[in-house]
């Protein structure tokens, strides 16, 4: 079945530590996307891809980076972990070429930072 | 720059209608989303409008008045599943979304 995933669905990491989040898709979709969202808070944009070797920064991508290596996977790297950085992190993906766009959400990773 | 306004939190009554209503400002517009968002869970499409007028899709219906810059979520004989959150979102010209911070909707017996 086509599915977007997530892993690992929580994570507790002590300050400073490189950590990365792994988001996969067999959607056959070529644009992925990671957000950033707190609660009760609007989806920020953090980095977004239209396909292999392609990545594009949004609002929120200063203190990550993302790679795109594979069509199917998009993760995504904090080099050293703040408490600033504890959220909901969310993958996303759609179709490239409709316009109709609309995204596909994995299950997020939940993110703590001591 | 670029604003979508929403309702904080609404309440409303198993078995009611509800329209939750949302309006924009972007640079650009190629369409707007409705999403529901159960508390610590990924959103889920609800519904798309890209021209004027009412999409209906079961107890969901979706409205869109782009000259006013406005749309509104219309759920009809509610149910307690429905209490969650509702996001607007708009595709810039960029072909990017552009989010609200969502409408928490709560579900009275």
């Known amino acids: 079945e086509a599915d977007i995933y997530q892993t690992p669905r929580y994570l507790v990491i002590g300050t400073g530590k490189k950590i990365t989040l792994e988001c996969s898709q067999t959607m056959g979709h070529d644009k992925m996307y990671w957000y950033q969202q707190d609660p009760g808070m609007e989806l920020h944009l953090i980095h977004y891809?239209?396909?292999?070797?392609?990545?594009e920064k949004g609002d929120l991508s200063s203190e990550s980076t993302v790679s795109r290596i594979r069509t199917e996977h998009f993760p995504l790297t904090l080099e050293s972990a703040r408490p600033s950085h504890t959220s909901q992190y969310l993958c996303a993906s759609s179709e490239l070429t409709s316009d109709y766009n609309e995204q596909f959400f994995g299950p997020g990773t939940r993110l703590t930072v001591l | 720059g670029q604003n979508i306004d929403q309702p904080t939190e609404m309440t409303a009554t198993e078995g009611a209608i509800v329209q939750i209503n949302c309006t924009y400002q972007t640079s650009g517009f190629n369409g707007l989303f409705w999403y529901q968002q159960h508390a610590g869970e990924a959103p889920t499409f609800l519904s798309y409008n890209v021209l004027d007028g009412l999409e209906e899709k079961g107890r969901f219906s979706s409205f869109l008045s782009r000259s006013k810059g406005y749309s509104y979520l219309l759920l009809k004989e509610l149910q307690m599943k429905d209490s969650a959150s509702y996001l607007c979102a708009v595709l810039d010209s960029n072909y990017q979304l552009i989010w609200g911070a969502g409408t928490k909707l709560i579900i009275k017996p």
């Open positions: 891809s239209y396909g292999v070797n392609s990545t």
